[in-house]
């Protein structure tokens, strides 16, 4: 038991079990789920639905953290890729047909890689800041979304397109079907190869593992490419759901979300460990906390205050400052071990 | 005079061909650079539109960003430490919002300005103790007073609040006359003032003098046995204070209070200060470069009421842009000085 409790996933897993109770003790048909028309429902449903372009975002995000960098530009990437989808369907001779849509999406995706190779170039061969050197695109990229939309909501209507975000395919909703995907590949790409190891090393110092022999350069590359990408196909999902691209709203704040997620999940913002699992457990988090607020009745607008709380409470119990006071109380000297090897990364 | 003065301890300290070389020209470069874009972009206005040629053009860019003059003083301050601030925009939301409510309910405006500024002092302090006690990035922190602040503004009212209280508007309509048909606003007198209070503050006192040394080498700050702990609380909780005074000014200026205003204000104050030549890894920049830095901001925004066919939206793009090409400037000068 104490050592299931010292598993770095502990306290967010009982968290978010601890959430999912409440929701139950408020409203009994809570967990229950139910066959429709061939398809699932349910709030867990609809909570991992909703939560779908966060959880998304957040695992590029954990990649982009784990090499001691961020990406404050999702949202903006988010708002672009919305835009150019939308506007292409939009303007194109057939904006019912299948192919278009399929072209959208191609386009969408490719638009978020080069702006995760601009961000990746900025970073790693420029050498700017990560806050900074995203900061950048989170400033010009709603404009430059506002200038693909004209300023104006652009609305489509292609039943393909909206799939992607309200659709159903094996009785499971597609944006969580293509997010389990995303994951897996992720998964399966970093802890399968050495690609995450890799990460991990540039993470904890990037000037050592450059000297190890490692193109220190590239993975940094790598993984804001990943991330815009994920961000992209996020976009995809947020304006097929409501079909529309909102330059202005979409995505809004999400960068926020997403970090929140990472670091709920266990994921050190100083680099070096990450964890995936970790990342969505902190996203079905902040999604069902958002539930939660509905479900007791609280104001929407309260939830932000939540989340300050929660961020702070996270950062605190994760800071080793706070360990150490708390570790005193219980009178107990383990953290000693905890402390070196910081004291290692910051050398 | 020369703000140089504070800082030549430092330098003397230890002596090396790239320091001495960064202590000539080099060191102003970036804020020249500024101060020459700005010139560059009034001058190009005049010869495209004739009326742009005007002092109350020129004023109008100090009448329409008072509130944005005294947040990026308040980040200058941050950014020089090597931290930043996020929570600003939502605390002048705040701000706004506390002082709209209040007033609405017939406060006194003097007691509402001073709850305000308790307020946002507060706020920053408690955000500059977290930084510094549990030694969390400030980033995450000053993240969670975003949230923290702009979350108060939802819970006080999601609709917007007008202010109709004398003193408010009295502001919101006064103009201080200056010779040749000009005028400012009061807001003004004030920004500036705080402007003069921060350039004595960093340039001539021992708190300044060991902002910019922690900027430069917080390890050896400490070593010098510099307050180094206080000094970075003290800096949130200035530019807490600033964000507070802006509030109060953007108030002035709009005369309501919104949950949703001054949405990414904190990028608009962080861009100011770096186009204004602050370096984001701290320990060198002039707080009067800000006040140039958001010139330069105001001015791309008149370029474009000015132009009448180019979007609102030209103005985040063109922000952007000017961010990018400060930043590479930045990389430039950081690898000579290397």
Redesign the interface.
């Known amino acids: 038991m104490k050592s299931l409790l010292k598993h770095r996933l502990a306290w967010p897993v009982i968290a978010l079990a601890a959430l999912l109770l409440l929701n139950q003790v408020f409203r009994p048909d809570f967990m229950s789920l139910r066959m429709q028309d061939g398809h699932l429902y349910g709030s867990l449903v609809d909570i991992m639905r909703n939560g779908a372009p966060t959880i998304l975002i957040a695992l590029g995000m954990t990649l982009v953290i784990a090499t001691r960098g961020i990406d404050l530009s999702v949202g903006a990437v988010v708002a672009i890729a919305g835009a150019a989808s939308c506007a292409y369907i939009a303007a194109s001779p057939e904006p019912g047909s299948p192919v278009t849509a399929a072209t959208a999406v191609l386009i969408a995706v490719v638009a978020g890689l080069a702006l995760g190779v601009w961000n990746g170039f900025l970073v790693s061969t420029i050498g700017v800041q990560p806050i900074i050197a995203t900061l950048v695109l989170m400033t010009a990229g709603r404009g430059v979304a506002q200038l693909i939309t004209g300023g104006q909501i652009v609305s489509v209507s292609n039943d393909s397109y909206k799939s992607i975000g309200a659709g159903y395919l094996f009785t499971l909703p597609i944006s969580i079907l293509i997010t389990a995907a995303v994951f897996a590949l992720a998964a399966v790409l970093t802890r399968r190869t050495a690609l995450g190891t890799l990460i991990e090393a540039v993470g904890i110092n990037p000037v050592a593992s450059r000297l190890a022999g490692l193109r220190a350069r590239n993975i940094i590359w790598i993984v804001y490419v990943f991330s815009a990408v994920c961000a992209a196909i996020a976009g995809l999902m947020i304006s097929s759901n409501v079909t529309a691209a909102d330059a202005n709203n979409a995505g809004l704040y999400i960068e926020m979300d997403a970090i929140l997620a990472v670091v709920i999940g266990g994921t050190s913002l100083a680099g070096g460990r990450y964890t995936l699992v970790g990342t969505v457990v902190g996203a079905f988090i902040i999604q069902t906390l958002t539930t939660t607020v509905y479900t007791l009745g609280i104001p929407p607008e309260v939830t932000l205050v939540f989340k300050a709380l929660v961020v702070i409470t996270v950062c605190l119990l994760q800071a080793p400052k706070a360990r150490n006071l708390l570790s005193r109380f219980k009178a107990a000297p383990k953290p000693a071990a905890k402390e070196a090897a910081k004291e290692k990364v910051a050398i | 005079m020369s703000p140089l003065s504070t800082l030549t301890p430092l330098t003397v300290k230890k002596p090396s061909p790239a320091r001495n070389r960064l202590r000539g020209g080099a060191r102003y470069a970036p804020t020249l650079a500024t101060v020459g874009l700005f010139i560059a972009m009034f001058a190009v206005g005049a010869g495209m539109y004739p009326s742009f040629l005007s002092g109350q053009v020129f004023l109008n860019l100090f009448i329409d960003n008072t509130f944005l003059i005294v947040l990026a003083v308040g980040m200058t301050f941050v950014i020089l430490t090597g931290g ?1 601030d996020l929570s600003v925009g939502a605390v002048v939301a705040l701000s706004m919002m506390v002082s709209a409510t209040l007033l609405q309910q017939g406060w006194n405006p003097g007691a509402v300005i001073v709850l305000v500024l308790l307020i946002g002092g507060g706020l920053g302090l408690l955000m500059g103790l ?1 930084i510094q ?5 400030p ?3 000053t ?6 602040a ?3 503004c ?2 006080i009212s ?1 609709d917007s609040i007008p202010v109709n209280e004398a003193f408010f508007t009295g502001m919101a309509q006064a103009q201080i006359p200056l010779p040749g048909d000009l005028f400012v606003s009061p807001g003004v007198l004030l920004a500036l003032g705080i402007v003069a209070v921060a350039f004595f503050v960093l340039h001539h006192t021992r708190f300044g003098r060991t902002v910019y040394a922690i900027g430069g080498n917080e390890h050896s700050a400490m070593l010098m046995g510099l307050p180094v702990k206080a000094t970075k609380i003290l800096v949130y909780a200035l530019s807490g204070l600033c964000s507070a005074i802006a509030g109060i000014l953007f108030s002035f200026y709009s005369l309501s209070g919104y ?1 949703l205003a001054a949405q ?1 204000m904190e ?1 608009d104050a ?2 100011a200060v ?1 186009i204004g030549g602050t370096l ?2 701290g320990g060198t920049g002039y707080v009067l470069g800000s006040v140039v830095g958001v010139l330069v901001l105001g001015i791309v925004q008149t370029f474009i009421a000015y132009d009448g066919t180019l ?1 609102s ?5 063109v ?3 000017l ?2 090409v400060f ?2 400037l930045q ?1 430039l000068f950081a690898r000579k000085a290397r």
């Open positions: 930043i977290i006690y549990f030694d969390i990035q980033f995450i922190v993240l969670a007073g975003m949230f923290l702009r979350g108060l939802y819970v999601l949950s990414g990028l962080i861009a770096v984001l890894t979007s939206w030209w103005t985040k793009i922000i952007g842009g961010l990018l930043i590479l990389r």
